[in-house]
């Protein structure tokens, strides 16, 4: 017995590393991947239906010049949104909140952003998903389809 005491000690800590190990890079595994962020963030949105010109005008919203500092205070960005709501009551309704209520959701969003976190399309891609969901929360009626950046400038102050 003596003789196989440390044999036994021996199987029983590699045993239990491997089962550390294996739940290591299982918690690894279940991560979501940074690249599908927005995708993930959109789950509950509906793609935008096929309309005309016309139709598009009729149910989308502006919001023009937006000014603040991102979470790096030597950041200022400058940015011009397109909102495109599901129906013309929707837009109604926006845009009587667009300023008061729409607005400071941007700019505290911005505000919790890194200037590295805005840089490229994925960049804007996942603030644009990102905006939807929080606005999404805030309408009195109706939803938000769709947020396109119309204008974009980062200047280090």
């Keep these: 017995m003596k003789k196989m005491?440390?044999?036994?000690?021996?199987?029983?800590?590699?045993?239990?590393?491997?089962?550390?190990?294996?739940?290591?890079?299982?918690?690894?595994m279940n991560k979501p991947d940074s690249g599908n962020a927005a995708k993930a963030n959109v789950e509950t949105v509906a793609e935008?239906?096929?309309?005309?010109?016309?139709?598009?005008?009729?149910?989308?919203s502006t919001i023009d010049d937006v000014k603040t500092n991102l979470s790096d205070p030597n950041y200022v960005v400058v940015m011009n949104f397109a909102f495109q709501l599901d129906k013309e009551t929707s837009k109604a309704a926006?845009?009587?909140?667009?300023?008061?209520?729409?607005?400071?959701?941007?700019?505290?969003?911005?505000?919790?952003?890194?200037?590295e976190d805005l840089t490229?399309?994925?960049?804007?891609?996942?603030?644009?998903?990102?905006?939807?969901n929080l606005i999404n929360k805030s309408l009195p009626e109706g939803k938000l389809i769709q947020i396109d950046i119309t204008n974009f400038i980062m200047q280090a102050i």
Aim: proline letters at 6%; aromatic letters at 6%; hydrophobic letters at 50%.
């Design 120 to 132: 490229g399309a994925q960049g804007k891609d996942n603030l644009s998903s990102k905006l939807l």
């Design 48 to 60: 935008p239906q096929m309309m005309s010109a016309d139709e598009i005008v009729k149910v989308t």
């Design 94 to 115: 926006f845009d009587k909140i667009k300023d008061y209520k729409i607005k400071p959701i941007i700019i505290k969003t911005l505000a919790d952003t890194k200037p």
């Design 5 to 28: 005491l440390p044999w036994l000690i021996t199987i029983l800590l590699a045993i239990t590393l491997i089962v550390i190990a294996a739940g290591f890079l299982m918690n690894l």
